[in-house]
């Protein structure tokens, strides 16, 4: 089992640029989700989903929009890059019987020039 | 005032020390309480959830105080491989995670 991959795990942006982050689990989980990770701050919720074909907003939502065609992938983009969005991001996904139990990807490192 | 706050650290305690955290939330109306790990520049893990009874596991003991709205993470007999960051994690409900910024801590030879 892989658990939670995350593709790219670092990239370079410059402003106004756009790019996909993929995410995939192989865990069979209903639920997944983005988050965004800045020195100072907790981790904070920018999408979620709770199932294929359903997504919706978390704390951050504004920049990003999400889409989960497949059960096992969640992507994440940016359409128009801006510095601010300059932070690393974490997959998670979680059994809906558990979901507290957050499994966490490695994570990607997006700097944004 | 933060969600959710806790000591940066670094908390710096030599191998064999016992060390505990505190974390403080602001939300009377949280129901869930959790730890998790993340080492350097890795992904977090969750260590325990914190129960009303208090809860261990090997050498970890987390604590919850609804009163005084504050959770705790005691660790004893530290090891070197206790280093990294802890993250406290409160549940406003589903989906609603509030993550602190992490307690750093060093496990010293």
């Known amino acids: 089992n892989a658990g939670v991959t995350q593709t790219p795990k670092f990239r370079v942006l410059k402003t106004g640029q756009s790019m996909t982050l993929l995410c995939a689990q192989d865990m069979n989980h209903e639920y997944m989700y983005w988050y965004r990770q800045d020195p100072g701050m907790g981790l904070r919720l920018i999408h979620y989903?709770?199932?294929?074909?359903?997504?919706a907003k978390g704390e951050v939502p504004d920049g990003y929009n999400v889409s989960r065609l497949k059960k096992q992938n969640f992507l994440l983009g940016l359409e128009s890059a801006a510095p601010s969005q300059t932070s690393v991001y974490f997959c998670?996904?979680?059994?809906?019987?558990?979901?507290?139990?957050?499994?966490f990807g490695p994570g990607t490192r997006l700097t944004v020039t | 005032r933060k969600e959710v706050e806790q000591d940066p650290g670094p908390f710096n305690v030599p191998e064999g020390a016992t060390v505990a955290f505190n974390c403080t939330y602001s939300?009377?109306?949280?129901?869930?309480f959790f730890w998790y790990r993340q080492d350097c520049r890795k992904e977090p893990k969750l260590l325990m959830s914190v129960y009303s009874s208090g809860n261990e596991d090997g050498r970890f003991t987390a604590q919850l105080n609804r009163a005084s709205q504050y959770i705790s993470l005691l660790i004893r007999d530290s090891k070197l491989s206790d280093s990294a960051t802890y993250l406290c994690v409160v549940s406003l409900g589903t989906y609603k995670y509030i993550f602190g910024t992490g307690t750093r801590l060093k496990v010293l030879a």
């Open positions: 998670a996904s979680s059994h809906r019987d558990k979901e507290y139990e957050q499994y």
């Open positions: 989903s709770v199932g294929e074909g359903t997504t």
């Open positions: 939300n009377s109306a949280s129901q869930s």
